[in-house]
C-alpha cells in the first residue's frame, strides 16, 4: 500500500544525525555530509559515526585492518569466483 510523505511512518529523536528539510541538509553528530564527503575517507567517517570522534593515526591505521578482515572471502567463495 503506498502512502505518500510520511504517513504511518515512526520517526524517533536520534543524536546522530539531523534533517533540515527546509534548508535541504543532512548533518551526522553535528557535521554536514557535504563536509564530511569532502574532507574525510570513507573509514574515518566510519569511524566517526560510531565512536563521534575521528581516529588518531594509530587507531585509524587499526580501524582500518580490522575492515579488511571483515572483507575476507572464505575459500569456497574464492573457489566459486
Known sequence: MFNP???????VQTV???IDG????LSYRGRSVQTLVDNFSFEEVA?????????KPKIYEEFI??????RKLSNYIV???
Open 22 to 25: 527546509q534548508q535541504g541538509l
Open 65 to 70: 585492518n580490522e575492515l579488511k578482515n571483515y
Open 16 to 18: 546522530l544525525s539531523d
Open 5 to 11: 510523505g510520511l504517513k504511518g511512518v515512526t520517526a
Open 47 to 55: 569511524y566517526f559515526l560510531l565512536y563521534g570522534t575521528f581516529p
Open 79 to 81: 573457489n566459486i569466483l
